[in-house]
C-alpha cells in the first residue's frame, strides 16, 4: 500500500463496494478535489463516472434521473396495455395470412398512419400516440407485417393500342350508318395475374 495520503485514499476506496464505494468517492471528491469528477480521475484514478454518480445519489438526484430513464424505455404498448387492444381491434379486420404458409406473420393492407387515424377516431390524442414510424414498429413487434396488397396489376399500354381501338371506333361508325349490319356486342377477359401474393407468384399451368 503506498503510504501517501492519496494511497491510503486509494486503499480505503478498495475495501468498500456498490453505492457504499461510491458514496466514499463522493466524500473524498467533495473534500479534496473541489466536487470535481474529473479532478477526482486525475488525482486518484477513480473512473469520473463513478464519482459522477456517488454524487448524484448522494445529493439525491440520481434516484429520479434513473426512475425516468427507465420509465421512458418501456414500450408504449407495454405502458398502456390498452393500446395494444386497440390496434389488434383495428387491424385484424384487415389482415390475411401467408398464402405459402411459410411464416406465422399476419399482413395488413393497413398503412401505419391510417392505423394511427383510426387509434385518434377511437378518441386517443396526438399526444397519446407514438409517432407513425414508432407505431410501425410497435405493428411489426405484434406480428403484424404492413403492406398494401396489389390486387392487380394494370396491362401495359403498347404502340398497337391506340391504332386498335381507333380502327375499331371506324367499324362501328360506319357499322351504324349501315342498316344490313346488325352489331353484336362481346364483352371479353383477358387472363390477368391477381397480385404478388396469390400462389406465391406463380401460375398453376407451370
Not at 425516468?68 to 385484424?92: F, G, K
Not at 409517432?131 to 413487434?141: G, K, M
Not at 371506324?170 to 377477359?189: G, M, N, Q, Y
Amino acid at each position: 500500500m503506498d503510504g501517501t495520503i492519496d494511497g491510503v485514499i486509494r486503499f480505503s476506496a478498495r475495501q468498500v463496494t456498490g453505492q457504499q464505494r461510491r458514496t466514499f468517492l463522493a466524500l473524498v471528491c467533495e473534500q479534496l478535489c473541489d466536487g470535481s469528477a474529473r479532478k477526482a480521475e486525475e488525482r486518484l484514478g477513480w473512473g469520473r463516472e463513478a464519482v459522477a454518480r456517488g454524487l448524484l445519489e448522494k445529493s439525491g438526484q440520481f434516484v429520479e434521473k434513473h426512475t425516468a430513464v427507465r420509465h421512458s424505455t418501456l414500450r408504449s404498448e407495454v405502458r398502456n396495455p390498452q393500446l395494444a387492444v386497440d390496434i389488434r381491434l383495428i387491424v385484424e379486420p384487415h389482415t390475411h395470412t401467408d398464402p405459402e404458409l411459410k411464416t406465422t406473420r399476419l399482413y395488413s393492407n393497413l398503412s401505419a398512419g391510417e392505423v394511427r387515424s383510426a387509434l385518434v377516431e377511437k378518441g386517443y390524442s396526438g399526444a397519446q400516440l407514438p409517432s407513425e414510424r414508432t407505431l410501425r414498429d410497435i405493428l411489426n413487434r405484434m406480428n403484424y407485417r404492413l403492406k398494401r396488397i396489389q390486387k392487380g396489376k394494370p396491362l401495359k399500354k403498347n404502340e398497337l393500342t391506340s391504332p386498335i381501338f381507333d380502327n375499331v371506333k371506324a367499324a362501328r361508325d360506319a357499322a351504324t350508318e349501315d342498316p344490313t349490319i346488325l352489331e353484336i356486342s362481346v364483352d371479353t377477359k383477358t387472363k390477368v395475374s391477381l397480385g404478388e401474393y396469390v400462389l406465391g407468384g406463380k401460375n398453376q399451368d407451370r
